[in-house]
């Protein structure tokens, strides 16, 4: 089942007066299945940061159509919106986005809460996502308390606590080191299979690409490739080296 | 572009930011031209009678006003360069020299001042004469108030503010040389502790709150400054532990009730509470403290003046009363008449007592007076109780009980011995009263039988005091002929009642209550604006200290907007926070001040009206600063 469906996907950048316009993305179709793994590369300008934009609802399309779980998501206004956002998307960023008057465990339900979910569902979803990331002993700890690398992992859990149709993650482990981010990645492949969390991924590095169950790469605002991981990950990056270094240029 | 050029667009850009500002300071420049204005205006004339006393008040007045002038605006503009650290640095990284980039917060801080001051000066001028009309009304006196310009209140309030201004941007812009560029990038604030708050030192906080209130409680008449005092301390240490401890722990326990904690906004607003109560704490204590102390002061103030007829009818229960030549051939009764007669006036009463001087042993002199005649004068002024009393019995009354019992010695008689003339007269006191029917200055009187009077008065021969005193059907009204009457009874030089009865031989209630409003209506007047000023003041404190930390919210609210919350739920958020910060302060100081109410109500008149208006006067500008707060704060953490 397709959880993400994008046909002919356009954001022209410029005003509208006039003058110089650019085409951040030239007709994208892209679907996203149920419990997919999906990177998105790139390099600078290709359009990736707009296309997620597009998909979470924080940017509006010039044409095309999005359509997540079903919804057609453009057609969605005020708080219908942010609702859809809310209950249907996850997101993770990569400077984490947690707030540091909140404890981890506050942090990680604070889309339920703002859901008005009853306490004990709270309870039991907050205890599951903590488990999923491994984190259940640090929720009463602040995020100036724990390292990178579990605030990640925190802001995996929320972006999952709410079980979402799709989570959406923006370079989550450019801020990372490399252990930290192992472990972040593991956790999105881990929770992909046995949660069937469909997960949309927008990376420039090739070695958080290859946990990917699939790669697609974007250039100038259209798609120029895809590669599907054949389950093995070494093999996996050394494709996707093989498709980058065809692409050149810059990877971010 | 250059640097005027950037001043303007500066300022253009933040007029919203300087709405608040502007209005702060304008109303300070207003009340300041307002108190200019009536100083200098020769149109109220009753001024002029009396200026030793408004002259004092008026100038104490400016000089509150300069001072809360001088702290806001210091404070407002120290707010603003904050602020703007980052944009002072960018100019200054952008190759501008710290000349330019200091003539240029010089000049923005001067425009914004004198934009402050044409508003305020302007608001003064248009107010002013209804403000004059109220002033008038305070004081109960008759002027007629017209628009007015006043050249030289206006000169006053223009040099005096442009001076603040002056002095205030030449000490922002020289900070730009005093500072380093790398301060100014650096972050305001680092991460602080969620505070965990002693319940030792709250409990205590609390505990001596309350103690406060209950030792407030047992605070009777007379009062000593003393236990006054005790009372002030123990609550605003009260105030200030239990806003340190007890409001933390308060905020924890709504932390642990996960069922509301856990709905939604609030968990953004007491987690954002909690996070900074210990940097707000200390504050909000003061400013509760303070503008309690402002509301008791206003209330205090107010009751004295609401106690001035109760007052004026204490010194002079008869309309008019003067001491009668009846004894040396009647010119001065005869006198009065004509003056009565010329005004169309007939008193409802008038009367001549013949008040026996006596020597009471040990305290020296007092007066008599007959049961039947001071039963007669009780009921004309309708004041006190008749006496019924048998020979060889007595009624002491207290004619300046105030002064008596403000100087603890109100006397007690079991038993007294009159000698008049060669006779002394041994009588049994029934009882010792505050009934008034004199001036305080005859005092005390012997209420006597009407037997022991006949034979006091004959022993007293020549040694007798004859009192006038008159009642009027309408004695505020008779304004002009009294004032009259006062130039025609001659001074203290006049027969043999100088010194015992006074050195105002002519006393008229209109007369006392005149002045008593001026005295109390000018202290009001006063209280009430500095008040205000004060008050408003305390609230921009809050406001500007708000402002300054949504500063460091903006990028929390960024991500609740990421994370699902919309900008309804951030309004909501906000509001409750912001609602605490500006809720707690209002409700404990309207309660420290009740405390301090009740027992300035034990001796001044019932004035719980007039304090629940200033309350609610208090309440809708604190209410008016929180929203504007509220509405700045959302704007600020969701743009």
């Known amino acids: 089942m397709e959880i993400v469906l994008i046909k002919n996907l356009k954001k022209d950048y410029g005003s509208r007066l006039g003058g110089n316009v650019t085409q951040a993305l030239r007709g994208i179709n892209l679907s996203v299945e149920q419990g997919e793994f999906l990177g998105v590369m790139g390099p600078s300008g290709s359009g990736k940061t707009t296309l997620l934009n597009c998909i979470s609802t924080i940017d509006t399309p010039t044409s095309g159509h999005v359509r997540i779980g079903g919804e057609d998501i453009l057609s969605l206004k005020g708080k219908a919106l942010t609702e859809f956002r809310r209950d249907k998307l996850g997101f993770v960023f990569q400077d984490f986005n947690l707030l540091d008057t909140l404890t981890l465990e506050e942090n990680i339900l604070l889309p339920l809460a703002l859901a008005r979910m009853p306490v004990s569902e709270i309870e039991k979803r907050v205890s599951q996502a903590a488990g999923d990331l491994g984190i259940e002993d640090l929720l009463g700890k602040y995020p100036y308390e724990v390292s990178m690398g579990q605030k990640q992992r925190a802001a995996v859990a929320r972006a999952i606590v709410g079980q979402p149709h799709l989570v959406l993650a923006d370079e989550p482990t450019g801020a990372l080191d490399s252990k930290s981010g192992r472990d972040v990645l593991s956790s999105f492949a881990r929770l992909n299979k046995e949660r ?15 946990f990917c169950s699939r790669v697609v790469f974007l250039k100038d605002g259209l798609l120029f490739n895809e590669l599907i991981s054949g389950g093995e990950r070494g093999e996996f990056f050394d494709r996707i080296m093989d498709v980058l270094a065809v692409m050149g240029g810059d990877l971010r | 572009m250059n640097v005027n050029k950037l001043v303007f667009k500066n300022i253009r850009r933040r007029l919203g930011d300087y709405a608040m500002y502007l209005a702060s300071s304008g109303f300070i420049v207003a009340v300041f031209y307002i108190f200019a204005s009536i100083y200098f205006n020769d149109q109220f004339v009753f001024l002029q009678e009396h200026s030793d006393k408004y002259q004092v008040g008026f100038r104490v007045a400016a000089i509150l006003v300069l001072i809360y002038g001088a702290a806001f605006i210091w404070y407002s503009s120290s707010f603003f360069v904050r602020s703007r650290k980052k944009e002072t640095a960018t100019y200054l990284l952008m190759g501008l020299g710290k000349g330019q980039v200091s003539r240029m917060l010089f000049l923005e801080i001067m425009t914004i001042g004198l934009i402050g001051i044409g508003l305020g000066i302007g608001a003064g001028v248009l107010f002013s004469k209804y403000v004059g009309m109220l002033f008038v009304k305070i004081t109960k006196q008759i002027a007629d108030v017209q628009f007015a310009l006043v050249p030289k209140a206006l000169g006053v309030s223009v040099l005096v503010f442009v001076a603040l201004y002056l002095v205030n941007a030449l000490h922002i812009s020289s900070l730009v040389y005093r500072t380093k560029l790398i301060d100014m990038y650096q972050a305001d604030k680092k991460a602080e502790r969620r505070p965990k708050g002693s319940w030792i030192m709250g409990t205590l906080g609390l505990g001596l709150l309350v103690w406060g209130y209950i030792d407030s409680g047992m605070i009777g008449i007379p009062f000593n400054a003393q236990s006054l005092l005790r009372v002030t301390v123990e609550v605003a240490a009260g105030t200030f532990l239990f806003m340190g401890s007890l409001l933390t722990l308060i905020l924890r326990l709504a932390s642990k009730n996960k069922k509301s904690y856990w709905g939604g906004p609030r968990l953004i607003a007491i987690s954002q509470l909690m996070y900074r109560i210990r940097g707000q704490a200390l504050s909000l204590a003061a ?9 008791t002061a206003v209330g205090a103030v107010w009751s004295i003046y609401s106690t001035s007829e109760e007052e004026a009818r204490y010194y002079e229960p008869f309309d008019i009363a003067y001491v009668s030549d009846v004894a040396k051939g009647g010119q001065v009764d005869a006198e009065v008449d004509a003056v009565i007669a010329s005004y169309g ?56 009980y105030y002064t008596n019992s403000m100087d603890s010695r109100t006397p007690h008689y079991e038993e007294v011995t009159l000698s008049a003339g060669e006779r002394a007269f041994t009588l049994t006191v029934l009882d010792n009263r505050e009934d008034k029917i004199t001036p305080i200055n005859i005092n005390p009187l012997f209420v006597v039988s009407d037997e022991d009077y006949d034979a006091i008065a004959s022993s007293a021969g020549e040694n007798t005091l004859y009192l006038r005193g008159m009642m009027l059907a309408d004695p505020l009204g008779a304004d002009p002929m009294i004032r009259e009457l006062d130039r025609v009874v001659p001074g203290p030089e006049f027969g043999d009642f100088t010194q015992p009865e006074g050195d105002r031989e002519f006393e008229a209630y209109a007369l006392k209550y005149e002045n008593l409003f001026l005295d109390t209506g000018i202290f009001l007047f006063v209280e009430l604006f500095t008040g205000l000023l004060f008050l408003m003041a305390l609230g921009s404190v809050l406001y500007y200290k708000q402002l300054n930390e949504s500063r460091f919210d903006a990028p929390r609210y960024r991500i609740l907007t990421r994370v699902g919350m919309d900008k309804s739920e951030i309004r909501r958020s906000v509001g409750l926070q912001l609602g605490i910060v500006f809720g707690i302060p209002l409700l404990i100081s309207i309660v420290h001040s009740i405390f301090a109410i009740r027992i300035l109500t034990m001796v001044f008149a019932n004035i719980w009206g007039a304090f629940f208006f200033v309350v609610a006067v208090y309440a809708l500008l604190f209410g008016l600063y929180y929203l504007v707060t509220w509405r700045q704060y959302v704007a600020r953490v969701t743009a």
């Open chain 1, 196 to 210: 069937q969390a469909t997960v949309l991924m927008v990376t420039h590095d090739p070695f958080a690409a290859s």
């Open chain 2, 287 to 295: 400013i509760a403290v303070l503008s309690a102390m402002a509301l």
């Open chain 2, 345 to 400: 006036e007939t008193p409802v009463y008038d009367t001549v007592l013949e008040l026996p001087r006596v020597k009471v042993s040990g305290d020296g002199r007092a007066y008599a007076v007959s049961e039947s005649r001071f039963n007669e004068i009780v009921k004309v002024q309708h004041s006190g109780t008749k006496i019924s009393l048998e020979p060889g019995e007595a009624v002491y009354t207290d004619q300046d």
